[in-house]
């Protein structure tokens, strides 16, 4: 028999739309402190922490320079864009269909505690998961393993597969051991999570949900994905 599987499910990008609100709120930040960094340019880099994603884009000395005041400034300006965020289509059905089968699923965010639960709110989740982790609960974030390793430790099940739009979601899955699924919502493209080593790439949830429905995640066990790959291959 497989051994059952538990889901860390990343949510921004994956769950609600506000890939593209943090990108240009990352943007106004950096020209509210003089730097000019076209939001195309921060884009790819959504979904890591904000020390690695100003590092990554300016360099270490701005990072040690304006690094604490670049955060602050994004994060005002989100908060303020938070209320525009939405759930991406399928996401609440998707997390229904996950609960009726009995799946074990953590909401895996490095987000602020707020944040978060505004999201658990509007994806009206709080029936539907075993909880959620928050900014405050790792020191180090994604691509680096410690917010799945938290996500596991609560789901408490012998395998865990990671759900997330980014290639920073893959990469902390395969730090930590674990399978991860890439859904390709935040338009960060099929070939770089397939290179960021996830087993599986769909298009959005819906997607991910009809093959749910055919092959229940508490029964997955070695070689299931690989079935799943070659299935969605075949469409």
Do not use: N
């Not at 051994?3 to 990108?23: E, K, M, N, Q, Y």
């Not at 059905?93 to 707020?114: D, N, R, Y």
Request: glycine share 10%; charged share 20%.
């Amino acid at each position: 028999m497989g051994s059952r599987a538990g889901i860390a499910l990343d949510v921004d990008g994956t769950l609600v739309d506000s890939v593209f609100h943090h990108a240009i709120c990352w943007q106004r930040a950096f020209a509210h402190l003089g730097h000019d960094v076209p939001a195309s340019r921060v884009h790819p880099h959504i979904g890591k922490g904000g020390d690695l994603l100003v590092s990554a884009l300016v360099g270490d000395d701005v990072e040690r320079e304006d690094g604490d005041a670049l955060r602050a400034a994004h994060a005002a300006l989100f908060s303020v864009e938070l209320p525009t965020v939405r759930p991406l289509p399928h996401a609440r059905a998707f997390l229904e269909t996950l609960a009726e089968q009995g799946t074990t699923v953590v909401l895996s965010s490095s987000a602020g505690a707020e944040e978060v639960e505004h999201y658990v709110d509007i994806l009206g989740a709080r029936d539907l998961v075993a909880g959620w982790t928050t900014s405050g609960d790792v020191q180090r974030t994604k691509p680096h393993p410690e917010l799945v390793d938290v996500a596991a430790e609560m789901l408490g099940t012998p395998r865990v597969v990671v759900i997330g739009d980014s290639p920073w979601d893959v990469l902390a899955a395969r730090a930590a051991g674990h399978e991860a699924i890439g859904v390709d919502t935040g338009c960060f493209g099929v070939a770089a999570l397939e290179q960021a080593g996830a087993v599986l790439v769909v298009d959005g949830l819906g997607d991910l949900l009809g093959l749910v429905h055919e092959e229940p995640f508490v029964h997955w066990r070695a070689g299931v994905v690989s079935d799943l790959t070659a299935r969605v291959a075949d469409r």
